[in-house]
């Protein structure tokens, strides 16, 4: 997760910082006012497999590295079981793709 893409001297790094605190915040205050544009974000920077809703209300994450798959309504306010669900998921993806 500490990997540097050199584009800029601390870019990346305070990208990837910046997300990380971000989906740790997630885990630790999942009754915050989260948006979904904050979800995808943590969602394309642990490059899990995102689909919009298509009929219905719900963003679907699926992962490589894991079977269940994850959905998020897109609509606010996004309640916390499914910003809870979705950090415990991401950090449990992140950990099968380092193996």
């Known amino acids: 997760m500490d990997e540097v893409i050199r584009k800029g001297r601390s870019t990346v790094w305070v990208l990837k910082r910046r997300i990380q605190k971000l989906l740790d915040e997630m885990a630790e205050n999942p009754a915050k006012d989260w948006r979904i544009e904050e979800v995808l974000k943590v969602a394309a920077h642990a490059e899990v497999i995102t689909s919009p809703p298509s009929s219905g209300s719900h963003y679907t994450f699926a992962s490589p590295h894991l079977e269940e798959i994850r959905t998020v309504p897109h609509k606010r306010p996004i309640k916390p ?16 793709a380092e193996e």
């Open 81 to 96: 079981v499914y910003i809870r669900a979705f950090a415990k998921w991401v950090k449990l993806h992140l950990e099968k």
